[in-house]
């Protein structure tokens, strides 16, 4: 654990989202009645959001078009958010949810435009957490820069791909060179794999060089190290969007606290439980 005092940064994608929940098999041609709501998103936004949420100290850096900076500024409560400005515009995804599957629609926008090397040291607290998404666009040489900045003032480090096409874009081993000295790692099962070359969880984790690896799978719950945490069941869901990003939340706030993985896991269902009765990636 790190002992560098202050809190925690999350560095990554603010996204504006549309979330289209059809009410049944989306028609050809032809009308489908669906449920759509435009609402604030993005990975490392949304586990900022959920950090706050949960009472901890958090700062987000992140890139949109500049005439969003104050609108993505409001949608972050409790967060110190420090927007950087670009004349792109503001990344989007439409998200199509059916059931417990969804699609995504993804422009980047200003995600591509972030600025690693523009984050000042005095913003790195005892803990950084950075997504895959903020490199969707590079070959990951700044990201890893400063992930190696943020080692070297302190802090621990958590990454979360945030979507295998990240991986496969710049291939196992180089996304694996740039993550390199990551405290945790949080991986789908797909991105797992990915990474490893093998689909079981146990082959996974024997394969993936990472201090704490923490394995998301859905309603099947995580796995971290090797153990087996069950999901928690939530009373209704309404959208997946966003539950792997409100697990980050619960693992880190919890793990920060004492160093305990497996009762961070435990924290972390707790949250996602929550994140998956509302429209979106955010608390309501």
Not at 116 to 121: E, G, K, N, S, T
Not at 224 to 231: E, F, K, S
């Amino acid at each position: 654990m790190s002992s560098r005092g202050g809190g925690i940064l999350v560095v990554g994608d603010v996204i504006d989202d549309t979330v289209v929940i059809p009410t049944g098999p989306i028609r050809p041609d032809t009308d489908t009645v669906s449920t759509i709501r435009r609402v604030a998103g993005g990975s490392a936004a949304n586990t900022a959001a959920w950090l706050a949420d949960l009472g901890a100290d958090v700062t987000f850096v992140g890139a949109v078009n500049t005439a969003d900076i104050d609108r993505h500024t409001a949608l972050l409560p409790g967060v110190d958010a420090r927007l950087q400005a670009t004349d792109t515009a503001t990344g989007a995804i439409i998200v199509v949810v059916q059931g417990a599957d969804r699609s995504m629609l993804t422009d980047r926008g200003a995600n591509a435009e972030l600025d690693f090397d523009a984050i000042p040291d005095a913003l790195i607290g005892r803990h950084v957490h950075l997504t895959g998404h903020s490199m969707a666009a590079s070959d990951g040489t700044e990201f890893a820069r400063f992930l190696r900045r943020a080692k070297a003032a302190g802090a621990t480090v958590s990454v979360s791909p945030g979507s295998v096409a990240y991986i496969d874009a710049l291939g196992a081993e180089r996304f694996a060179e740039v993550i390199a000295g990551a405290d945790v790692l949080f991986a789908s099962l797909v991105e797992g794999a990915a990474l490893a070359g093998a689909s079981e969880p146990s082959e996974i984790a024997a394969r993936v060089p990472a201090s704490t690896l923490v394995l998301t799978m859905g309603a099947d719950g995580v796995t971290v190290d090797g153990t087996h945490i069950p999901a928690v069941t939530a009373p209704v869901v309404v959208d997946p969007t966003g539950a792997g990003d409100a697990f980050c939340a619960g693992f880190l706030a919890s793990w920060l606290e004492d160093g305990d993985a497996i009762a961070a896991a435990r924290a972390g269902t707790e949250v996602a439980a929550r994140a998956v009765g509302v429209v979106g990636g955010r608390p309501s």
